[in-house]
Each structure stands twice: as C-alpha cells, then as structure tokens.
C-alpha cells in the first residue's frame, strides 16, 4: 500500500520522468547534507518532496538490487521507497533493505556524523546498525547512478 496519497501530492513539489527525478533526488540529498548516491534507482516514474514535514517518494517501474562497489554491500530498493528527509539525517525510511550475511535487513534510518567524521550510521528496525564511509555513497558529477 502506497503511503503518497492525492492529499500528499497536492501540497508537494511533484516531479515525473526517469532523468528529471533522478537530478532532482540527488540534489535534495546533497543540499540536506547527504551523499548523492544514497539512492541508485532506475526506471524512476515519479518523485516528490513536502518541504513542511520533509516528507519525500520515489516510485521506479520496478524494484531494483544495487550493489555498492566500494563495499561490497547489496541493497534492495522496492518499487516505492519513502521516508521523512532533514539535514544529514533520513528518518521513518521505508522501501529499502540490505543484505546482512545471509538476511535482509529493513532500514529505516540514515544519518551523517555532525560534527563531520565522514561517516554514515544506517540502522535497522531490528537494532542493527553499521558505520560506513560517506565516499562509498558518493557519485561523481556528470556520472549516472
């Protein structure tokens, strides 16, 4: 069940398209303070973002696995992934799993070390949480995710 109802819609900035909504969430998380590449998706079909609550979705066509290469860790994006974005933090995530050994893992939030560490926490609904470098979530300017 979709948690972006037409009520949501309706007070946010609403983007649709693949390449309009993959600059727009990548310039969101960089001006919140987060890496860039925190969110591979593809096949992107519509995106928003309530700046009163911090409220944002993606919807792609299908759920994707994404492999970060400079660690080495599988991540599971579902179809619609959403969660409540502030600076250097991502809260109330939903839509997104990671690969933990043998398991997947639901995450549900993100936050950057403040004051800076270059270092990123990500936890799990179970407790779980892990301390990765910033850089491995990083893209490049010009590259696509």
């Given at each position: ?39 591979p998706l593809q096949d992107i079909e519509e995106c928003g973002y309530v700046k009163e609550t911090g409220f944002v979705w993606l919807r ?86």
């Amino acid at each position: 069940m979709s948690l972006v109802t037409e009520e949501i819609k309706a007070k946010a900035e609403y983007y649709q398209g693949h390449q309009f909504c993959q600059e727009k969430s990548k310039f969101l998380l960089t001006e919140m303070g987060l890496p860039n590449g925190l969110l591979p998706l593809q096949d992107i079909e519509e995106c928003g973002y309530v700046k009163e609550t911090g409220f944002v979705w993606l919807r792609q066509k299908r759920s994707i696995t994404h492999k970060f290469e400079k660690i080495g860790k599988l991540v599971s994006y579902a179809t619609e992934v959403s969660a409540y974005i502030e600076h250097k933090k991502i809260k109330r995530l939903s839509g997104v799993r990671a690969k933990e050994l043998l398991i997947w893992v639901t995450l549900n939030e993100i936050f950057v070390d403040d004051p800076p560490t270059d270092k990123i926490i990500i936890k799990s609904l179970t407790g779980l949480s892990r301390t990765l470098p910033v850089s491995a979530f990083e893209i490049e300017d010009g590259k696509d995710l």
